[in-house]
């Protein structure tokens, strides 16, 4: 639980860092933020019938692929500065989406 509470309290520090500097970067990340539906589906697209189970670092492979074609949208959009932020985000929003993924999967 913890480690629940740390992470987010990095993302909206994050996030609030991102507000400080630009509104419009706030509402690209709300925009361009992975769902844990988006990273589910995702998931089983990647579980094929009688495969073993999909491990974490193909979940974070998965999410990074995705956070990928953000970033270069996100490059053409914003400053060093700003893509500074969104890297940072990213990098939590790796970890918020890997754990919140295995959290389901041991239920």
């Given at each position: 639980?913890?480690?629940?509470?740390?992470?987010?309290?990095?993302?909206?520090?994050?996030?609030?860092?991102?507000?400080?500097?630009?509104?419009?970067?706030?509402?690209?990340?709300?925009?361009?933020?992975?769902?844990?539906?988006?990273?589910?589906?995702?998931?089983?697209?990647?579980?094929?019938?009688?495969?073993?189970?999909?491990?974490?670092?193909?979940?974070?492979?998965?999410?990074?692929?995705r956070q990928t074609a953000a970033r270069r949208k996100a490059s053409r959009l914003f400053s060093e500065i700003e893509l500074a932020i969104l890297d940072?985000?990213?990098?939590?929003?790796?970890?918020?989406?890997?754990?919140?993924?295995?959290?389901?999967?041991?239920?």
């Amino acid at each position: 639980m913890r480690e629940i509470d740390e992470l987010l309290t990095a993302l909206r520090g994050v996030f609030e860092r991102a507000g400080q500097v630009s509104v419009e970067l706030c509402e690209f990340i709300t925009a361009e933020s992975l769902s844990i539906a988006d990273v589910t589906e995702s998931w089983f697209e990647q579980c094929s019938p009688g495969g073993g189970p999909v491990s974490e670092r193909t979940i974070e492979k998965l999410v990074e692929q995705r956070q990928t074609a953000a970033r270069r949208k996100a490059s053409r959009l914003f400053s060093e500065i700003e893509l500074a932020i969104l890297d940072d985000w990213q990098a939590l929003e790796i970890k918020a989406l890997t754990l919140s993924l295995k959290e389901l999967l041991e239920v």
